[in-house]
């Protein structure tokens, strides 16, 4: 999946410190969820730059290859996580708030179209901030597939839509 982190519109400084009045926000992206526990898992973590001149409607523009399985297409609660935060002088990364992309808003759109998306961000709390970020999401790897039957379950076989060609097996896919 290619995930393009376009830009992000009205977000707000959460800090009252005299010297964070300059918001210098990046986002990160990964397709675990967050640990309630804090524990560390062994998840790939994608991450902007940090735009130190777009302020309070940053621009990116940065794209990433994120490699998503079959597995996270098959449970309806899979999502892509987003974490926004603002890059500070003393304290280092201060998060503003964050968003999910659930699997339900990708689908499978045809291979190689473009899906733009835009979600509210929501603060630390969980509530909805003014903020909102633009995304672009591409299906890469995958195709159609017709899946191959012999006579006895063709009645029971039926095509798959969306499995990387690296997962194909030689079996027949029956529901």
Same mark, same amino acid.
């Given at each position: 999946?290619? =995930? ?36 560390? *898992? ?20 940065? *794209? %990433? ?6 597995? %996270? %297409? ?12 603002? *890059? ?74 969306? =499995? ?12």
């Amino acid at each position: 999946m290619e =995930i393009t982190v376009i830009s992000a519109q009205g977000l707000k400084n959460t800090s009252s410190c005299p010297f964070s009045h300059r918001l210098r926000p990046f986002i990160t992206i990964t397709a675990c969820p967050p640990d309630p526990h804090g524990r560390d *898992k062994k998840c790939q973590m994608y991450r902007t730059r940090v735009d130190d001149q777009g302020g309070v409607n940053p621009t990116w523009g940065d *794209k %990433f290859h994120v490699p998503i399985d079959t597995a %996270f %297409f098959h449970s309806r609660y899979s999502c892509i996580y987003l974490h926004l935060y603002t *890059k500070r002088l003393i304290t280092g990364r201060v998060q503003l708030g964050w968003c999910q992309v659930p699997v339900t808003d990708i689908g499978f759109p045809p291979e190689g179209s473009v899906q733009y998306l835009s979600y509210r961000i929501r603060a630390r709390d969980g509530t909805w901030t003014p903020g909102v970020v633009n995304l672009a999401i591409r299906l890469t790897g995958f195709q159609q597939v017709a899946v191959l039957t012999d006579s006895r379950a063709s009645d029971e076989c039926t095509t798959v839509i969306g =499995i990387p060609v690296t997962m194909i097996s030689h079996k027949s896919i029956c529901q």
